[in-house]
């Protein structure tokens, strides 16, 4: 019998023992063991930039910690090395180092040696996972000129994949450290990491295609603890950095820093403006009994807008953001000690045109997005994620929200939040766009710099030119008895494509079920379907609402009127449903201040959220129709300012059949009777 058995009253009882004990007598079981544990670890570690985010951790806490130790002379520095031709990452610092002792403990999992209130990090993780992730992790420590340590770990990766058991399980071997400003420094830590192997992530350091160290310094601020989260006043402690990026068939690039901050949008995307400063403005000039609506020139025509508040200042109802907040939620706030940055910027083009144009990297990899990041201990953390918004989907695109917890701590690795803590921040990003959206119309440009300018050039070239041709080419067919309508439509079925709604249309022009419009050019310009103005001569009486012609306007729009009432010409869009054209709207291809009128077959359902319906087909609305045959206006639904008129054609079609059927549906849809 074993010593640690004891037969008791028949019973097998057990002596007490250690769960965590080593069984030396059970190697194979505890070498198993190991590789879940240390399987498990790198689960939790799946994004491209978590190499990078662990190894600057690792830096910055260093740092910071000997700063606290208060030495005279002392300046914080960490230096990086990004070799794309050795496809090696090396991280210097002249922080507080490791002991000797530290030093053989620290690549164990689940060992650390931070406190976690006053560090990044604390669950002892990160270094299993440079050590087993990989296949060559270089570590160099020294607490001073004449004491510190080195070594090299290699083929982690290879034996924590080898389930034959062939690979020996690596040490630590004696090395010179490679990274050359270690030599120079009196204490820190230096660590370089090698790409090579199968099941590396990423495996090739080309993944990111940026070559030049401002390219890769924007990176790490946007993805890694290189870019600091401090909001709401707090400034970044001062800490140089310097990067080298080596290149196999270029001189190498280098660039210094002052401190580690995040990239926010509003620092390098232009011309923005805090909304703190515009509110307080436009409280003030109410103050002085001053004008409101008028914006100053600051405010206005701007590339994006952003602001910062506190989780006290959102619960003191202190701030624009205003979310519907239960009592768990509101503890959470205070408890997490919350931050929130908002950025809205007025068109995706903007995040294109940073990446694509300025940083020159891969295109469509955008390094600055829309999305809710969520951030802890002044890190960001994990990937932005689509902020979840219900309706309007395009301004989840046009805005970057950081929530930042202050005292929450991520899951294993880099994995992400407790569920409760990601749903909070997912409501404050909805309530934040929300805020946001008022501002929109008033404050942003509509135009998207230089390219859109050369685009706007060549619509109004595109207006000038086609109104000279139809001076100089006029198309008039007329005749006494040319025309003889049957009162019906050629067109015998319901419109399944646009071109049939294009058909359709054409025919209620020709036959004057919808009156006054002239087409000046149907061949499609860039993004646009068409051209057309609005002409009604006198006699007005055919543009006239009455029983027999229900499409009409009101008399009252002619008073005084004696000659043809004729409008700019504008932008004319075909399609077959409202939603394709608020897709185009979201993607940026297509301006809802160009439009002109939109005809199309069903109003869709995309269109709320961003905008407001107004049915002239609901007789408490007919007498605000301006020209005949419009079914439909749109209003933005952020400032309530007009958006284009639309025709839609098969509520047209349905108030022609059955007129007080179809006005008590429009009043459901859009009116009083509205659930919306």
Known sequence: MADREILLGGALKLEPWDPLALESDEPDLVIAAQKREIRNILKSYTGYYDLFSELLQNALDAVEKRSGEHEPNYSPAIWIKIDLADESVSVT????????????????????????????????????????????????????????????LTNGRCWLDDAAGIVSRPKVEPCEISHEPFKSIDRGTSVTLSLNGENVRPKSLQYFAAKTAEQWLCLLKAHTPLGGIYLCGETPPKIDIYLEVSLPDAAPTSLNAAKAEYLYPHTVLGRTASLKEFLADQLTRAKKGQDVTKIPPKFTNLNGIWGDWSGTEILANESPIKPLLDDHEKKLIAALDLQIYVFMCYSTDLWDDYNDNRLKLRKRSRILRGGLQQATKNMPQGSPITIPLTNNIYFQNLTHVIVHFRNAEPDLGRKGFQP????????????????????????????????????????????????????????????????????ELPIRSLPLVEQDVVALFNQMLSSGVIRGIQLLSSSQFNQYDGLYRIRMDPPFSKFVRDDKNPLGVDQDRFAGVSTAMVSPVRVLEYKYSLDALIEDLGTGQKHADEIGLLVCWNMGDKWKGQFDVISYLDDENVHHREFHGVTHHLTHSASGLPAFPVIALRDLVSYLTDAEAESKQQKKLYGSDSDL
């Open 420 to 487: 409760e803590q990601t749903e909070l921040a997912e409501k404050l990003s909805v309530s934040a766009v929300t805020a946001f959206r008022r501002y929109y119309d008033s404050l942003l440009r509509r135009n998207t710099g230089a390219p859109a300018l050369m685009q706007a050039m060549k619509l109004e070239t595109w207006i000038d030119t086609q109104k000279e041709y139809a001076k100089t080419h006029p198309l008039i067919i007329k005749g006494i008895g040319l025309f003889a309508p049957e009162e």
């Open 93 to 152: 610092d002249n922080g507080c180092a490791m002991s000797t002792s530290q030093f053989k403990q620290f690549l164990k999992p689940n060992r650390s040696f931070k406190d976690g209130v006053n560090s990044r990090g604390n669950k002892g993780v990160g270094a299993t996972y440079l050590a087993y992730g990989f296949n060559y992790l270089e570590v160099g420590t020294k607490q001073n000129a004449q004491s510190w340590s080195s070594g090299v």
